[in-house]
């Protein structure tokens, strides 16, 4: 174990992908998960906080903290017929790459992939743009090793409840909590496809099982320190197909229900600005034949049948009337892919005098048949403000990426901001969606979670205190007071 308080190293830890800058006291580099106990421990001792850290990729400020960053850099996997263990610093980029080899895949793939680990993922409850077919990171846990407040590691699997009901005090406690609250759990969980907001409250208990991996899932840090990872696999599908449709804001919703009729694996949207914003026009040009201001890419894809039939499919459809450019070649798929990708790490960088593009609003999530109506009160929001804004994400799970161009080192700024996500959240909840798809709530919307969860975030509070009852985890993240 190494422990570091250089300056420079802590300046650099001070930042994630987010808009809060903290310097930590220290930064721990664990080597073992002995490690990551003792430095749990040390940490109790000596009356820090700790934040688990992982790429440093999330949005909401998650990753950064005044006490002890702990880094774990172990990244070994171990890929078995259907399920891969991996151990929290493997970037998700490098996990393809092992999976692949072995003709499996673990489909979420977050747009940071290429510098997010599997330990950020986990605990964010990361999606990707195929979501909308094969699920959230949640959906693939299957066992967790996690280190908890007080130092203890524990190997975390589902049981049944009657085996929960007879474990230790803590499980016990929990089983009970959520079994007594169970209706209410589900009245209240918001109506969409993916949801990052809270504790994942209704799918710890499913079909006769306590699952707590799936409680843990999504918990940024905030319950436990994740060691390794059991994931479920897929065998890669033998086919693709890319279809690319032009678009204005306003026509998303029609597009996304006619192609959606289709099974798609995707339906996501990119803006177009972004890139002229930022001198890369190159990127999108090859795909733009008219002014209209979006691109939708819809990907078909299966591990059986074959790309002609589904392109047989769709040629006796209404989806002809939009034109769509067809990409079949693996090259060509991926390379829009990989401007699909960018369209997040270019948006970070653009700027207009001292404006930048800010996080807050820019992870609303509806359900899917509410995607026009999120649409709109976007350009409202925007529009009666006067902002210039940018937006993109996942259409097919109505779950999208918009961000206004603001000042918030400006008291004006931070205060248009605040109005922004106070209207924006009271909106989303009425329809039945979640402030957060998938980045989760961080210190940023933290203070909102429990308006989103009135009669439920009391059981969250009380998560929180059987597994750290001193507050040590990630304090002011997520759930707070
Ligand atoms: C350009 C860009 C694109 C993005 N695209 C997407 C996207 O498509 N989909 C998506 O879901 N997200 C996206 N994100 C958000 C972010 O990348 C993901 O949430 C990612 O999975 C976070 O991983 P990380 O390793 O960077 O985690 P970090 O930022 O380091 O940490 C995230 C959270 O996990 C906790 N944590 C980290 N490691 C551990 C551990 N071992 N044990 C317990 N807690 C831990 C941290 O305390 C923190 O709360 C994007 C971000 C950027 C900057």
Request: with cysteine; glycine share 10%; hydrophobic share 40%.
């Amino acid at each position: 174990m190494q422990r570091y308080t250089d300056k420079k190293g802590l300046q650099e830890l001070s930042r994630d992908a987010g808009i809060h800058t903290i310097i930590p006291r220290l930064a721990i580099l664990a080597e073992t998960e002995s490690d990551v106990a003792q430095a749990m421990e040390d940490s109790a001792a000596e009356g820090l906080p700790v934040t688990a850290r992982g790429g440093g990729t999330s949005i909401p400020s998650q990753s950064v903290g005044g006490g002890a960053i702990l880094l774990q850099r172990r990244n070994a996997i171990r890929v078995s017929r259907d399920a891969v263990v991996c151990q929290p610093g493997v970037v998700k980029a490098e996990l393809n790459r092992a999976l692949s080899r072995e003709g499996r895949w673990m489909p979420v793939d977050p747009s940071s992939y290429a510098s997010c680990m599997i330990g950020g993922m986990v605990a964010n409850n990361s999606s990707g743009a195929r979501t909308m077919k094969y699920g959230s990171t949640v959906d693939y846990v299957e066992a967790l090793r996690a280190v908890f407040p007080g130092g203890k590691a524990l190997h975390v699997a589902p049981v049944s409840i009657e085996e929960a009901l007879s474990a230790d005090v803590r499980t016990r406690s929990l089983v009970s909590l959520l079994l007594e609250n169970q209706k209410t759990i589900a009245q209240e969980r918001p109506r969409v496809s993916k949801n990052s907001s809270g504790y994942r409250l209704e799918r710890a208990v499913h079909d006769g099982v306590f699952d707590l991996p799936r409680l843990l899932v999504g918990s940024e840090g905030t319950l436990c320190v994740f060691t390794e990872a059991t994931l479920a696999t897929r065998v890669v599908p033998k086919w693709r197909l890319l279809l690319i449709v032009e678009s204005p804001f306003e026509e998303l919703d029609r597009i996304v229900s006619v192609f959606g009729e289709h099974s798609p694996s995707a339906i996501e949207l990119v803006d177009k600005s972004v890139f002229r914003l930022m001198g890369r026009w190159e990127r999108v040009s090859k795909y733009s034949r008219t002014g209209a201001p979006y691109l939708l890419f819809i990907e078909f894809d299966g591990e059986s049948g074959d790309a002609s039939s589904k392109m047989e499919e769709l040629a006796g459809s209404k989806v002809g009337s939009f034109d769509p450019l067809v990409l079949q070649s693996q090259a060509e798929i991926s390379d829009a892919w990989e401007v699909r990708s960018e369209t997040l790490t270019i948006a970070q960088d653009v700027k207009r005098g001292t404006k930048t593009l800010v996080p807050g609003v820019e992870d609303l999530v509806v359900p899917r048949e509410r995607l026009g109506d999120l649409v709109k009160l976007l350009a409202d929001q925007f529009e009666s403000r006067g902002l210039e804004y940018i937006s993109y994400g996942h259409a097919g799970d109505a779950n999208l990426h918009a961000r206004p161009l603001l000042d918030i080192t400006d008291s004006r700024g931070g205060s248009t901001l605040d109005s922004l996500m106070e209207e924006c959240f009271e909106a989303v909840w009425k329809m039945g969606g979640s402030m957060t798809g998938e980045h989760g709530d961080g210190m940023l919307r933290a203070k909102f979670v429990e308006r989103q969860y009135p009669k439920t975030y009391w059981i969250m509070r009380e998560i929180k205190s059987l597994f750290d009852p001193k507050g040590v985890l990630n304090p002011g993240v997520k759930i707070i007071g």
